[in-house]
C-alpha cells in the first residue's frame, strides 16, 4: 500500500453554516462547495488548505454517523484521511494482514472519491479513512 498524503481532515458540526462563516470571517478559508451523501447521511464542505482540505460533515438525520460522534463526543475532529494510489490493494494488503476494518469494500465519498474506513480499535483510537481519488 502507498500513502500519498494525508488528503483531509474531517471536523463534525452541528450546524454547517455557522462553521462555514467561521473559517471563512475568521480564518480566511473559502468553502469549494458542499455535498449531501444521501448514503451517509451528511452534508459535506471542503476548504482547500494548500495540498490537502478539511472537510465539514454536518449530519443530514439524527440517527447519521455524524449525529452519533455528535452526540457522544460533541463537534470536533471525526476523522482523517489517507489518500492511497489504489484503495482495492490497500484494503487487499489490510485484510491479508487480518486487519480490522469498517468497509470491506470501497464506497462513494464526497468529491467524487472512493473511500473506506479503518477501524479505530485497530488504529489507536483514530478514525482513519483511506481516499483514492482519480
Known amino acids: 500500500m502507498k500513502v500519498t498524503k494525508v488528503d483531509h481532515i474531517g471536523i463534525a458540526v452541528n450546524n454547517m453554516d455557522e ?5 471563512r470571517d475568521t480564518l480566511g478559508i473559502i468553502s469549494t462547495g458542499t455535498e449531501v451523501i444521501e448514503e451517509q447521511k451528511v452534508k459535506v464542505a471542503f476548504l482547500p ?34 489518500r492511497v494510489d489504489n484503495i482495492e490493494e490497500a484494503l487487499a494488503e489490510l485484510k491479508e494482514k487480518d486487519f480490522k476494518l469498517i468497509d470491506q ?3 462513494y465519498g464526497a468529491g467524487n472519491a472512493r473511500i473506506a474506513f479503518l477501524h479505530p480499535k ?13
Open 19 to 23: 462553521a462555514l462563516a467561521f473559517y
Open 49 to 82: 488548505l494548500g495540498d490537502t482540505e478539511l472537510e465539514l460533515l454536518e449530519s443530514t438525520a439524527p440517527d447519521g454517523p455524524v449525529a452519533k460522534f455528535i452526540e457522544k463526543r460533541g463537534e470536533g475532529i471525526q476523522h482523517i484521511a489517507l
Open 105 to 107: 469494500q470501497p464506497r
Open 122 to 134: 485497530a488504529t489507536g483510537g483514530i478514525l482513519l479513512e483511506l481516499s483514492e481519488r482519480k
